[in-house]
């Protein structure tokens, strides 16, 4: 079993933001693998699939960013899954837009949704995918995350979803290595 996390802030007014690039992601590779509608679950917005005979849960919690590790946690205990079995789709701030950097483990590297996760979980070691959102040329990084992606922006992120999609099915079914050797 692999368990994809998207990591965002649930609400209409969150949507498309580039703090939810994880939702997004997972909106997308839901789509990819239809998997019809998500269930309330686990403090999260939930879908489950068999893919090539691989069970894959997706997951986007529900709690708000900051305390993404309470849902990640009870799923994770539910389904007695390794920690490297699960993988935690978030934004970047420091890789261009557009960018992918897949790790096997890491510090949070000031994501609070990371920082939730690795404190829930007791462990930094769960790969994770980061998706490059860049950094405001002038202004607040706050206020830059929840803004969203302008309509030039776009077409780069659609691509930047569909290889974030390419690199989840890569970390599925060929493993952590292989995808970091692909894709960062």
């Known amino acids: 079993m692999k368990i994809i996390v998207g990591l965002g802030n649930p609400g209409e007014k969150y949507v498309k933001t580039r703090h939810n690039v994880g ?3 997972i909106d997308h590779l839901s789509q990819l693998f239809e998997m019809g509608l998500a269930q309330k ?14 069970d894959i849960v997706l997951l986007k919690p529900q709690t708000f960013m900051n305390l993404s590790g309470h849902a990640v946690k009870e799923a994770a205990d539910m389904y007695k899954v390794s920690l490297q079995d ?18 096997r483990s890491g510090g949070s590297g000031g994501h609070r949704g990371i ?5 829930s979980l007791g462990s930094r070691e769960f790969p994770r995918l ?5 950094r405001p040329a002038v ?20 691509e930047t979803l569909d290889k974030s999609c390419q690199a989840l099915k890569t970390w599925i079914f060929d493993g952590v290595e292989v995808c970091m050797n692909a894709f960062n």
């Open 86 to 103: 699960i993988i935690v789709i978030c934004d970047d701030l420091d890789l261009p837009l557009g960018k992918l950097r897949v790790r």
């Open 41 to 54: 679950k686990l403090q999260s917005l939930f879908y489950k699939k068999s893919v090539a005979q691989e």
């Open 139 to 158: 202004g607040d990084a706050a206020d830059y995350v929840l803004s969203r992606f302008s309509k030039e922006e776009y077409p780069l992120i659609e």
């Open 23 to 25: 939702f997004m992601v």
């Open 130 to 134: 980061r998706v490059g959102i860049g």
């Open 115 to 119: 920082e939730s996760l690795i404190a």
